[in-house]
């Protein structure tokens, strides 16, 4: 395994968890100054800056993308909404293609209207359906800008309103049906929190290999955890083995940044400089 | 499918639900007046109000069990935990057989003290380790008794502390190593709060066939869900696809009771009486 005790050289900062402290420009500049060379950011965030300006940060900054958050929520209740969620899938993997994302992550959604409370239905068979078509239908737009679409299965706890690939071995069968000679254009993102409770774990890491593991995000599962979204906790303040899963993730050929990604009412209550310290700190003793 | 719109034949009340209005004296009392045939007790309700004095209610009544709750938390920090553990599941057996349950339901445990917030460690896998010894231990005096183990695989943001059991297939993983022959002795309780999510349950579920369907409970899950643990929904409130999954539960092959559980901050604060209402319209109309 590789050695993370010192620098910063596989360090991520997942943008969202400094989201209710900075902007996205400031949460640059701090990042460089402490010279974490990697972030993911959130297509909000990077709306709210301007495209063209963050860019050109990162140009600045040497910052490179660890990822881009994100792409997905592809079931709807009707054609048009269909076709509107193809269309914005378009432009994020042109966004993504503008910042040099290694990878768009996916967040393929659920029950269309379940995240503001208004299920159009009850039928996850469906609107499992509807995201393999629909990430079906921007694969040859993703190869076309050689984007590589990394799926990534959320907690079972939000798969009604957020996303309906709940576990790791959902996903490759996704991946081996939309590309089954493994070419690297779909994969994964592994997030320790949504998948570190699944005991086929260690064998579908092994199963994705290197072409399918696009991304690795970490924090860790509190006890108790009060909140189905916004509780997630800092690395080592959980139960989450974070080094026998990194484990079976490099010796699956992952090489890639451990990105942090942690919401959480508690951080965001923090001072950014504190949060990033944090990271850092947990980054070179427990990740 | 069997016809739930006339009558209560096949429903059972897990005594949970009405956990904090009633002891289980009244309880017994409130369903024998509806005519409500079966419930599902919990060990602490039934030590409160005594055993033999409940198992001659029981007789009064003419109310049968559905299963009893709970055996399982196997999993402990030392030699004496573990085996405190496996003579606490021998007393749960003596009990069910006393009250003539069809089944013991097993909640498996999880990582030892997380429960209280204080985990003695963070290794899933040696806590699955020991639930599988635990059960295996238990097996023979179960079938001593003729009394089928259930095992329940709880939903995975329980995964911690309550169970690491957390799928159908897991779970049916166990049986068939514990019982190759599937002799009925021990099998799986199907709760749809913790297993609607799972991609693959309707094939999970014509897998356990008649022979390890012993138990099958229903309530809903609400959007949003508040809380990882007392915030269930009344059938019919949330977005699960009751009648489909008991259209999958029969096509199995299981004849038994669907058995109300709902562990809901809100009804419990509403009247008993009120409760069983909604429990029997939303049974004779959703279910």
Redesign the interface.
Known sequence: MRDFSHGLAHLSINTATLRKQLGLPAMLEACARRGIARVCPWRDQVEAAGLQSVARQLGHTGIKLSGYCRGGFFPAADAAGLKAALADNRRAIEEAKSLGAPCLIMVVGA?PG?LS?Q?AH???GLA?AQVVAGLAASLDYARSLAMPLAIEPL???Q???RA????LE?ALDICDALDPDRSGAVGVAVDVYHT????KLEGQIARAGRERLLAYHVCD?L????D?LNDRGMMGDG???LQKIRGWIEAAGYAGPAEVEIFSEHWWRLPAEEVLDACIARYNTVV
Chains 1, 2 share one sequence.
């Open positions: 029950l379940a409370g299920p009850k039928d996850i499992r907690h079972p706890m798969a009604a309103d309906c690939v709940n576990t959902q570190w409770w699944d005991p599962w006890l108790p955890t009060r189905l139960i989450v083995e």
